[in-house]
């Protein structure tokens, strides 16, 4: 699939590079809607006189502190919401926002990274393309029309889902600097938000010219225009290419990505789902290299808009970010893995606070890695054994990865072994399927914690005996006397106490076979049991998007290619894929879910690889790689 073409003005189209990314409207910009613009390194904290800090929000667990007192306290209010991600400009068609959109297209052409649009407002036509830069934050934009183009900046916006704030003018300042360039003009913006700065250089061809009506709004008026505008932390020295010049580049690394790594042809098959799913597996592979490859584990809605402050959920981050290796593109997983190293002290200190030894990874965090007060993500565990599993991944391709990795993967495993230095797992403590957070002072032992720990600490003792070095005697305790996940009824309960299983949110225990590979602390059959009983009876209006996948995952591992397919495809509210491939979970507050695109690309890597496809399904597979 080359092209992606769209009319639906509720599916907006992204471009960008995985560090940066702009989303526009049915304009191709963002005339009439302020969407994302966004960088890794794009952040903002609201002013703190009173000096909070993450003590200041610690409740007593048996001794133990944990940040859970959002939102009872101010010091964990102010915690749980800083920093939070920034809107770093919106760049949209200057005319009046009230005008009517005329006829209207958008095609996304996957093969160069090129957004072309064509639209007619107040009945005249327009034409618009826009395209990021593969290695630069920067925007290049060409318009044929009547209109010139608006530059606003706004402040930042604390809420957990918005960007930006526009009605607080008062609260940071934008300074430019104009100079002549032989081909036109550029113009330098320098933006101060509180204790936060960046910069912007904005430069285009021809006779527009600047100007300003206030309120950190710039016109650049003409006719044709084309615009290179990019955002940086410190001023932009470099000169700025052409719009020629980007849209080439970016043509080259798009033609690379889709030229190199894995695919997967459906065609010929005889489902008539099988279209469906091949638009779901090309779409999906092309949102996560632009919102889940950078340097820093992506949100939820990648840079395309904020939810949770636009922090970062590490226990989400296998799902934006593994099928990279499975999909023949491990370096773009490798790309966020140094973050966790940067943070390695604070996990360190994290653990030691709490009597451990290792690195604890936090669950919901900035750049900074300092944990958000969260009476459920501070008791979250299942992000832990992520980072083995990643280094593993790599290690698969790259030996080298033993060297790289084998600190984080050892500090890793070290806080594993000493949590669960008992043989069980938690209080407190709340599992993959949240439902029980209430409880989190008494719950114990979750079915899936129970196998990836096994796996995880596993697989970090083989990885001693591949570095030459003697199994970790106390790491070989632990996986020796750890406990059993609980059966009942034939099945495996959600946790280990009551009420033992809750049927609403992630059917979690699905993971203990499929998302984790076979261990011996999982038996197949009762898991086969376990799967179609989640099957048969389970609340799907409370499930997200990465639980289709895992089911998917599940039935694949026990040989069941029908349950998987039917699974990844299910009719269900959260397993929506719009047209532009996003996948749906809440309008307004959660309209895209990139760990359910991730999990999509996972499962499928997996089944391709295994050949777990049922009769009807012809499938040709190059370059993926099953799951460890």
């Known amino acids: 699939m080359r092209r992606h073409t769209i009319a639906d003005a509720g599916c907006p189209l992204t471009v960008g590079n995985g560090e940066f990314a702009f989303t526009a409207d049915a304009t191709g910009l963002q005339t009439f809607a ?20 993450l003590e200041d929000a610690l409740t007593d667990y048996d001794g133990v502190g944990y940040p859970d007192l959002y939102p009872a306290t101010e010091a964990g209010g102010w915690l749980h919401v800083n920093p939070h991600r920034l809107h ?76 930006a704030d526009w009605d607080k003018p008062d609260r940071h300042t934008t300074t430019h600097a104009l100079t002549r360039t032989p081909y036109g003009s550029r113009c330098d913006f320098t933006r101060v938000l509180d204790a936060d700065r960046y910069h912007v250089a904005a430069e285009w061809a021809g006779p527009a010219r600047l100007t300003s ?43 690379r990505f ?78 966020s893995l140094p973050w966790y190293r940067s943070i390695l002290p604070r996990a360190r200190a994290t653990a030691g606070r709490q009597g451990f030894r290792g690195a604890r990874w936090p669950k919901q965090v900035g750049p900074e890695g300092r ?29 080298g990865a033993l060297e790289d990795y084998r600190d984080l ?24 399927q949240e439902s029980y957070y209430e409880s989190r002072r008494l719950v114990r032992d979750p079915t899936f914690e129970l196998a990836y720990w096994w796996w995880g600490l596993e697989t970090a003792q083989r990885w001693r005996g591949l570095l030459g070095l003697d199994p970790d005697p106390e790491w070989a305790r ?25 049927r609403t949110d992630h059917p979690s225990m699905v993971g203990a076979l499929g998302f984790v590979p076979p261990t011996p602390l999982i038996d197949a059959e009762t898991m086969r049991a376990t799967l179609h009983d989640v099957l048969a009876d389970w609340d799907l209006e409370s499930t997200w998007g990465w639980d289709y996948p895992m089911l998917a995952m599940c039935a694949a591992r026990l040989g069941e290619p029908d349950t998987a397919v039917d699974a990844l495809l299910m009719d269900a509210p959260k397993n929506t894929y719009l047209a532009s491939g996003h996948n749906h979970q809440w309008p307004g507050l959660l309209p895209l879910y990139l760990p359910g695109n991730g999990g999509l690309l996972a499962a499928v890597a997996h089944m391709a690889a295994e050949e777990c496809f049922p009769e009807g399904w012809l499938v040709q597979a190059e370059g993926v790689v099953a799951m460890p």
């Not at 044929?144 to 183009?149: F, L, N, Q, T």
């Not at 999906?284 to 992506?298: D, E, F, I, K, R």
């Not at 009824?489 to 009551?498: K, L, Q």
């Open 88 to 163: 770093l400009g919106r760049i949209g068609l200057d005319v009046d926002e009230a005008a009517p959109l005329g006829r209207s297209a958008q095609t996304l052409d996957l093969w160069t990274g090129t957004l072309s649009s064509s639209f007619e407002l107040d009945g005249l036509p327009y034409e618009v393309e826009t395209v990021c830069h593969p290695e630069r934050d920067l925007l290049a934009i060409r318009v044929v029309g009547g209109a010139g183009i608006r530059i606003a900046f706004p402040y930042a916006s604390d809420g957990w889902h918005t960007t």
């Open 34 to 53: 302020p969407l994302g613009t966004q960088a890794q390194w794009g952040w903002h904290t609201m002013p703190n006189p009173k000096g909070h800090v």
């Open 258 to 335: 889709w030229t190199s790594g894995g695919a997967v042809s459906f065609d010929g098959s005889t489902d008539p789902r099988a279209p469906e799913l091949e638009r779901r597996v090309v779409l999906s592979q092309y949102l996560t290299a632009v919102n889940c490859a950078g340097s820093t584990p992506p949100q939820e809605t990648g840079l395309a808009v904020n939810s949770w402050s636009g922090k970062f959920h590490l226990e989400m981050h296998w799902w934006h970010a593994a099928h990279f290796a499975l999909w023949g593109r491990p370096e773009l997983l490798e790309r």
């Open 371 to 399: 944990e958000s007060p969260s009476e459920i993500g501070a008791f979250i565990v299942w992000q832990q054994p992520h980072l083995i599993y990643f280094a593993e991944l790599l290690r698969r391709v790259r030996p």
């Open 213 to 255: 009506p206030g309120g950190h709004v710039y016109l650049i008026q003409g006719d044709e225009l084309e615009l290179v505008v990019e955002f940086a932390r410190h001023p932009v020295g470099a000169a700025l290419p052409s719009f020629f010049q980007v849209r080439t580049a970016a043509a080259a690394h798009w033609e």
């Open 478 to 502: 632990v996986l020796h006397g750890l406990a059993r996940p609980l059966v009942r009824d034939g099945v495996y309960a959600a946790i280990g106490v009551e009420p033992y299983t809750i």
């Open 409 to 432: 993967v050892f500090e890793t495993a070290e806080f594993m072994a000493s949590f669960a230095g008992g043989g069980h797992l938690g209080p407190p403590l709340v599992p993959a």
